[in-house]
């Protein structure tokens, strides 16, 4: 997707209150869980960069990517100070770096037309034991109103559209790419998905 719709909600994302603390609380608890003080950390979308410069302490490097130089304006001004926590716009095709043991991907997947072939070039990226954590809106899963409402406010420019898939199909990709399942996750019960998925260990 281009840049232009998130530079364009870049403000208005970044005053945005964190929803549900105690949820946003449980997954930094899962994902700090995955790191040892030696883990390079890949934030892909990192956005206005919360996630990545909480991880920041609990790792020896983050790396935040993202497509919109607007989202990284406010992720820049979390990462001043913080020595391990680097920042590019880019998004992943225009990334080479390798050597990350930890990939996110969280609100990303649902706003990517080949989901599908973002989750397999993570897993060709992750060395094995690697993980991969995500966090998606599977919107095949809600009602049919919402379902209907999403175009529409992606027409009107209020949303960026967003793929319609549900969680089945979702886990089903992450396991055909070659992931095993470690924890899938609904906060609140709802129809996002966090999932951690670990690429297997071969010998
Ligand atoms: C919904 S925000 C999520 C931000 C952050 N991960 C979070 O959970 O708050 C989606 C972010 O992904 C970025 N983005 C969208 N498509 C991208 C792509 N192909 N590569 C890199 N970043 C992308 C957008 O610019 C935006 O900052």
């Known amino acids: 997707m281009s840049a232009t719709f998130w530079d364009r909600f870049a403000d208005r994302y970044a005053r945005q209150p964190i929803k549900d603390q105690a949820s946003y609380d449980e997954k930094l608890r899962l994902i700090t869980g995955l790191l040892t003080p030696q883990s390079r950390v890949l934030d892909i979308g990192c956005g206005t960069g919360g996630m990545a410069a909480a991880l920041a302490p609990f790792a020896a490097q983050v790396v935040g990517i993202d497509s919109s130089e607007k989202m990284l304006d406010y992720a820049r001004a979390k990462a001043r100070g913080v020595a391990n926590l680097r920042l590019v716009q880019t998004d992943l095709a225009g990334f080479e770096e390798t050597g990350f043991d930890v990939i996110l991907a969280l609100s990303l997947l649902h706003l990517l037309p080949d989901w599908r072939g973002m989750i397999a070039e993570i897993y060709a990226r992750l060395p094995e034991g690697g993980a991969f954590v995500s966090n998606t809106v599977c919107i095949a899963d809600a009602s049919w109103k919402l379902r209907l409402l999403l175009p529409l406010g992606a027409r009107l420019r209020l949303m960026p559209p967003l793929q319609c898939f ?38």
Do not use: C, H, M
């Open 166 to 203: 549900s969680q089945p199909a979702l886990e089903t990709a992450l396991r055909d790419a070659g992931f095993e399942l470690e924890k899938v996750w609904n906060p609140g019960g709802g129809k996002t998905a966090f999932i951690i998925a670990r690429k297997p260990r071969y010998s």
